[in-house]
């Protein structure tokens, strides 16, 4: 019996130690020989990866992510639906665009007359990801709700996410679906002169920053200037559901988190020296007084509860358009984090589904001008 107590004593600081020292340090160096080690010369990377505050930064969002099992349901949902051939008189599947041959997905509003009537207004959803992940069939639940809600034609495109291409890479996709429904208004009925951008993260961060840089005519998007010119008059609104506004501001978030150097972020950006040019809260400070009359109106949606992209985000970049006399919407959603922004719009019955809708849908009038 005395050996029996001794085991169980010993037993329980092992257990204890386990948790707090061999749990947490085995999931942050799994996760940064996975991703990325610290960005320091030889062996002091190492140090780096193995500050207690790093480890337990690290493990902490790591072991965060476990929530999205709650999603699993959603997950074999858009899983059948999308594959489902029955389906496809409610969309156009795989269709191939751009100069790198990436596939659009395009979604039919219910009470749009596709004969050859009016054309359609169209959203462009741009999924998120963190630069580094992401694909259009997993919002295919979320681009058909968005086509019934909006009575408008849905395009979800992919774009190449990193290491595929860089941040310049996946804005140029973005442009290129936007030049490709121009080229193929008449065959899908779409109106070319009336688009809004949605976009959710970093979508929404690319959905601006495309917008900015065509407002900018841009030549590293290689399109010609009086076809960005044409875009960007065509562009009626942007809406941005937890999105990065600020890359250096987001930087310092993620630092505080431990997962800067797991991020692809930085790498997607090609290092820190691009962060400025490469964020909507900087660039637009940039354009001048004649193009600053170009820059359509957004509408900026956060879940207050949200700490993957915190809600300052866009209360920053909300105030920085409204100093610059630009036309922008805050709508800050009680008690909602970063993935129910998006997920619930995947379905009627999901929490938020109805809050968030309403939030875009009244800000999609004011784009289309009904008030």
């Not at 395009?106 to 169209?122: F, I, Q, R, T």
């Not at 993260?201 to 010119?229: D, M, N, W, Y």
């Not at 431990?258 to 692809?264: L, M």
Request: charged share 20%; net charge neutral.
């Amino acid at each position: 019996m005395q050996m029996l107590g001794l085991r169980y004593h010993v037993s329980l600081p092992m257990a204890a130690g386990a948790l707090v020292v061999i749990i947490p340090y085995s999931i942050s160096l799994v996760a940064q020989w996975m991703y990325g080690w610290p960005n320091k010369p030889g062996y002091k990377k190492y140090i780096e990866a193995l500050r207690p505050r790093r480890i337990y930064s690290l493990s902490r969002a790591v072991l965060e992510m476990l929530k999205y099992l709650q999603y699993g349901k959603l997950y074999f949902q858009w899983k059948s639906w999308y594959s489902n051939t029955d389906n496809h008189k409610h969309y156009e599947k795989g269709i191939t665009f751009g100069r790198r041959g990436n596939k659009l997905d395009l979604y039919y509003g219910p009470n749009v007359d596709y004969s050859g009537g009016v054309p359609a207004p169209v959203v462009v959803f741009v999924y998120g990801g963190a630069w580094g992940s992401g694909e259009r069939a997993t919002y295919c639940l979320l681009a058909l709700q968005m086509a019934k809600e909006l009575n408008a034609t849905v395009v979800c495109p992919d774009y190449a996410t990193y290491p595929k291409g860089t941040v310049l890479h996946m804005v140029q996709d973005i442009a290129d679906c936007l030049v490709w429904i121009g080229e193929n208004r008449h065959k899908f009925s779409m109106d070319k002169d009336n688009i809004v951008l949605i976009g959710h993260s970093a979508g929404a961060h690319l959905c601006a920053l495309t917008t900015l840089f065509l407002v900018e005519g841009t030549e590293e998007l290689e399109i010609e200037p009086a076809i960005q010119k044409e875009i960007t008059l065509a562009i009626k609104g942007v809406t941005g559901l937890s999105g990065v506004y600020n890359i250096l501001d987001h930087y310092q978030h993620e630092k505080m988190r431990g997962i800067e150097y797991v991020s692809t972020m930085h790498k997607a950006m090609g290092g820190v020296e691009n962060f400025e040019f490469y964020s909507p809260t900087d660039l637009i400070k940039m354009l001048t007084k004649d193009k600053m009359k170009r820059v359509p109106p957004f509408c900026l949606l956060h879940g207050t509860n949200d700490i993957i992209v915190p809600m300052e985000s866009s209360v920053r970049f909300s105030e920085v358009l409204a100093s610059l006399s630009v036309k922008v919407s805050l709508h800050l959603l009680p008690k909602m984090d970063h993935t129910e922004i998006v997920t619930d719009l995947m379905a009627s019955d999901r929490h938020f589904y109805h809050t968030v809708y309403g939030c875009v849908k009244e800000e999609y009038n004011k784009f289309q001008g009904k008030c």
